[in-house]
């Protein structure tokens, strides 16, 4: 049976900056029972798998299996930041599923060019998980549609073959994570046509093509993904968000911010990030 035949079951959901001293070897993870997935969105480092090295940056996501063993280290100045979620399969009964039988899990390691859809779901999911109660149901329904973008992204990489390493998917990928790792910087449009050496039109298009949305709106989605973040897990002004968000006017912000989200961030903070 594959995984996509069974529903996940979280244990436990978190977000966090790693503190300086953190380290998690192969002790802890060898205890493990079920399965826990990272998607960082901040921070650099590395972590040594049975599958290999890897990379830890912006973007990363990893499936790491329990009973097996994993080491990470990172930067103690630009510590790791992300998402974490213990979780198991379950069948129809609420049984759990053991996933050393499950075939085709998704592979340990991968890097998505683009933060937002992921990093979005999963801040909904913990919005969920961390309410008084907890909204386990709402959580799950929030996570299975990550789990489902994971499996995709592996089915395309297997079927592309090296085409990853197209010079121009990469410089398009390689810009989109400059835009998320410092969405308060001001991205000149004009400037990344000319760093490309194409036109506008031939710019946009490929930008298009590859990331769904223009240049303009992937970096207004940048940082109203920051905006968010900051709202709930911060206790910045409004007028410090505008300013860590790229914007010097705050009341721009907030018409911006309310035209894109529905609410203004005085509200939407204090609903504590849920609509």
């Known amino acids: 049976m594959t995984a996509d035949q069974y529903r996940p079951r979280i ?21 493990w029972t079920d399965l826990d997935m990272w998607f960082l969105v901040g921070g650099e480092g590395a972590v040594e798998t049975p599958d290999g090295r890897f990379k830890l940056e912006p973007g990363t996501c990893l499936l790491m299996r329990g009973g097996e063993g994993y080491t990470f280290s990172q930067n103690r100045v630009d510590r790791l930041v992300g998402y974490y979620i213990h979780f ?26 683009r933060l937002s859809p992921i990093a979005d779901l999963l ?50 990928f390689k810009l989109a994570q400059r835009i998320e790792a410092s969405p308060q910087e001001f991205f000149s449009v004009a400037k990344f046509e000319r760093e490309a050496g194409y036109s506008r039109t031939y710019f946009y298009r490929i930008f298009r093509k590859y990331l769904g949305v223009s240049p303009q709106q992937f970096i207004i989605d940048a940082r109203m993904r920051q905006a968010r973040s900051l709202l709930t897990e911060s206790n910045y002004s409004i007028a410090e968000i505008a300013k860590l968000c790229g914007y010097n006017d705050v009341y721009f912000f907030s018409r911006h911010f309310k035209l894109q989200n529905g609410m203004n961030p005085s509200h939407f903070r204090q609903k504590g990030g849920r609509a």
């Open 11 to 31: 244990n436990l959901l978190g977000f966090r900056e790693c503190p300086e001293d953190w380290q998690l070897n192969p002790d802890r993870s060898l205890a």
């Open 88 to 113: 198991d399969y379950i069948d129809d009964a609420g049984e759990i599923i053991p996933h050393q039988k499950i075939k085709d899990l998704p592979r340990v390691w991968r890097s998505f060019p």
């Open 123 to 172: 801040h909904r999911a913990w919005q969920c998980w961390k309410a008084s109660p907890p909204d386990v149901e709402r959580a799950t329904r929030w996570f299975e549609p990550v789990l489902m973008e994971v499996a995709d992204f592996d089915k395309n990489f297997r079927a592309r073959g090296n085409s990853l390493q197209d010079a121009q998917k990469e410089w398009v």
